[in-house]
């Protein structure tokens, strides 16, 4: 129905980020300096970021357009599900890019405990959300979700690079 237009729609905007990590990983493998890795990998996240929050905002200006355009007048009760997954979208965009760093550089069991804990808290959040919010608690679910595989893989590359004093001092 109505949910899956909107992870739908989500779900495409997501392939700009699958892109590049399916580009960045090859490209961090072959590097043989931690440091360059990094800074390799932190710039490349910058800059999906910005990219990210720019065509998510596109969206959700557009989501009405879109939506209604795509789908019909009919199916205008995804956009506010749709509005609310984006922020999903952006933490999962950042997400792809260090955990292509991570698998580059060897840690992929980073990315299954990443993988593990957001699906936990999706689990957990849709079991309240729903409840309360219909689909639009799905969208919340998917954010939460999305921010803890953003968490949990950000501080895997954090301690990493930590021990390995590749981060330079804020």
């Known amino acids: ?19 590049i990590g399916a580009i960045l990983f090859p490209k961090l493998a072959a590097m043989k300096d931690e440091a360059q890795k990094w800074q390799y990998a932190k710039k490349v996240a910058v800059i999906s970021f910005g990219i990210m929050v720019c065509v998510t905002l596109v969206a959700w200006f557009s989501s009405k357009i879109l939506i209604s355009g795509l789908y019909g007048e009919a199916y205008e009760a995804a956009i506010p599900a749709f509005a609310w997954i984006l922020p999903g979208v952006v933490f999962l965009s950042v997400h792809s890019v260090l955990g292509n760093y991570l698998g580059a550089v060897g840690m992929p069991a980073a990315i299954v405990y990443s993988a593990g804990s957001a699906a936990l808290v999706n689990i957990l959040s849709n079991v ?9 608690g799905a969208s919340i679910s998917y954010d939460l979700a999305g921010c803890t595989m953003l968490l949990v893989t950000g501080s895997y590359v954090l301690i990493r690079n930590r021990r390995l004093h590749v981060l330079k001092p804020v």
């Open 1 to 19: 129905g109505h949910y899956s237009i909107a992870v739908g729609l989500a779900d495409a905007l997501f392939m700009l980020p699958v892109t």
């Open 128 to 136: 309240k959300l729903i409840p309360l919010l219909g689909i639009v």
